[in-house]
């Protein structure tokens, strides 16, 4: 019995001994986390070029509709439909037997009156003379010179019928007025034709250039001017925008075109204004009637910042927030003002300076307040920086 008590005293001094060290032992300090990797871009001002993309359609430079200007039968037709015609080319041939006839009578009409005046003068002359004498009355000699000043009169009237009947004659083969390529006839030969008539005979369409009218809001063109007062934007000493045609299939047209001018009355119904652009057409692969888009460009921002369309989010307010890593290596958000997308990126119109770093990758590991090791992604900024001539309804990089 004596035994199992001091077995049990020293199992119990033992357990006293192990609980009083265990509470002596210092308690081991939690390891410090470590930062979280984010990718970061340190941001520059670039010059942007500023370019809009606007819808419109192509237009002939010279439209001349071919009417014919006398009566008569069409008794040829002298061109091919769809060919190139030169201006002063004769395309179309009017029966000209009554128009020659009217000359010839008219030619004739001039030789009687010139008759009549040589014999009209001369008697004047001759009157003069016998005046000088007194042979013949004041009367007499005002009758005669009367009727030779009248018989001039009547030569120059058949002058002029002559020269009237030499141009209807004329008239009779229709030719180009303009040069270009002519459409279909809308007569054939055979048919009757009235001067003046309201149906052209056929439509000539100069191609080559070629204009290209497009729309803009009258917002964005207010804006555009602002900008410009301001200072914002740099034109350069250009007096033209230069215009970038993309055809329907989306590619891209080799002939640059610049813009001619703009329209000075909005369209009430769709607040746009018309731009009209001029562009080369060698090659006539653009048509008049075609739709396509013009790239137009607007002017040079110089102070442009663009970032990752990725590095930025909206709040619930839909406002622009970008996550940035500030002097302590912390994580900042900031709120800005984001414009327009431009490929990738967008461009900032306000709340970032160049020097600052965005944070573009991690972001969904981190927020405001946390302390972070940035590494800096060089080559994903020169991609950005590098973008260029990117459709817009918005911007592309300066070259």
């Known amino acids: 019995m004596k035994l199992h008590f001091r077995v049990f005293i020293i199992l119990m001094i033992l357990t006293a001994f192990l609980l009083g060290a265990c509470q002596e032992k210092a308690p081991e300090k939690a390891a410090a986390p470590m930062p979280v990797e984010v990718d970061i871009i340190t941001l520059e001002e670039e010059p942007v070029k500023l370019e809009v993309e606007l819808p419109g359609r192509t237009t002939a430079y010279r439209v001349a509709e071919v009417r014919p200007q006398v009566n008569g039968i069409v008794k040829k037709r002298l061109f091919a439909e769809g060919s190139e015609v030169t201006a002063g080319e004769l ?25 009549i005046e040589y014999s009209a003068r001369l008697k004047a002359e001759r009157y003069k003379t016998l005046d000088r004498t007194n042979a013949v009355s004041e009367m007499d000699l ?62 000539i369409q100069q191609l080559n250039p ?58 009430q119904s769709t607040g746009t204004i018309t731009l009209r652009a001029i562009v080369a057409n060698p090659d006539e692969n653009l048509l008049p009637g075609m739709f396509v ?49 431009i490929g990738d990126n967008v461009l900032v119109n306000d709340g970032l300076t160049a020097g600052e770093q965005l944070i573009t990758a991690g972001l969904q590991k981190i927020k405001q307040g946390v302390t972070v090791k940035a590494v800096e992604q060089q080559d994903a900024l020169s991609d950005q920086i590098a973008l260029k001539n990117q459709p817009d309804n918005s911007l592309t990089p300066a070259e």
């Open 91 to 115: 395309l179309y041939q009017i029966d000209p037997a009554s128009y020659q006839a009217r000359l010839d009578s008219a030619e004739a009409a001039l030789a009687k009156a010139k008759a």
């Open 142 to 203: 005002v009758e005669i010179d009367a009727g030779w000043k009248q018989s001039i009169a009547d030569v120059a009237s058949a002058e002029a019928a002559l020269h009237g009947a030499r141009i209807n004659l004329d008239y009779t083969e229709v030719r180009a007025p303009i040069a270009g390529r002519i459409g279909k006839s809308m007569i054939t030969e055979g048919a009757l034709v009235t001067a003046q008539q309201s149906a052209p005979l056929a439509v």
């Open 293 to 341: 888009r013009a790239r137009v460009s607007k002017g040079l921002k110089q102070d442009a910042i663009l970032i990752p369309a990725a590095s930025l989010s909206r709040n619930s307010k839909g406002q622009a927030v970008v996550m940035l890593v500030n002097a302590q290596s912390t994580v900042e958000s900031r709120i800005i003002d984001a414009g327009r997308n």
């Open 210 to 267: 070629l204009y290209v009218d497009v729309t803009q809001s009258s917002t964005e063109l207010l804006r555009l001017k602002k900008d410009l007062s301001v200072g914002l934007l740099d034109n350069g000493e250009k007096t033209q925008s230069d215009v970038t045609i993309l055809l329907e299939d989306g590619s891209e047209y080799e002939q640059k075109g610049s813009l001619e001018f703009s329209d000075l009355t909005v369209d």
